[in-house]
């Protein structure tokens, strides 16, 4: 499979992206890396933020390799998994950040109190890294963007 093929599966669209766009994703994704690790802060919001920067992220190379996912069902999942065809996360990296996808819903939607700092401090880790592969992919690979 790639992203061609999933946009003739239809789970992408064609999206033309800019230097601002680009920009603003990357904005995003700083400020909430930066809040996620504010003291006082419970451990299900620095996770959720923290998680919100790792999205943004993903919506950064994926806007940058000329795609975007429609919205609906399955949006934060499309997103995850393009990232093998991006900026080339292994399967583990993206099970992972699959299963965090999970928490986050589950602590949004359903259950307070459901992640531990021990989850908490994973899910910064992970968007720090994240947004750092990805910002250096896009110097890489679209620096007219980037």
Known sequence: ?????????????????????????????????????TQG?????????????ALQSSFAALYASGYRVPKGDSHHFRVIQSLQFTIGL?????????????KRNMVVYDISGAISPADAKQMIQFALTLSRRVVQWLHDQHSKIS
Do not use: P
């Not at 790639?2 to 700083?30: C, F, M, P, V, Y």
């Not at 802060?41 to 920067?53: E, H, P, R, T, V």
């Open 1 to 37: 499979m790639s992203l061609i093929d999933w946009q003739k599966n239809g789970w992408l669209l064609s999206h033309q992206t800019s230097r601002q766009e680009i920009a603003g994703l990357l904005a995003i994704a700083a400020r909430d890396l930066k809040d996620c690790q």
């Open 41 to 53: 802060l419970g451990d299900d919001w620095k996770f959720n933020i923290a998680y919100n920067c």
């Open 90 to 102: 292994t399967s583990n990296e993206i099970a992972l950040f699959d299963a965090f996808r999970k």
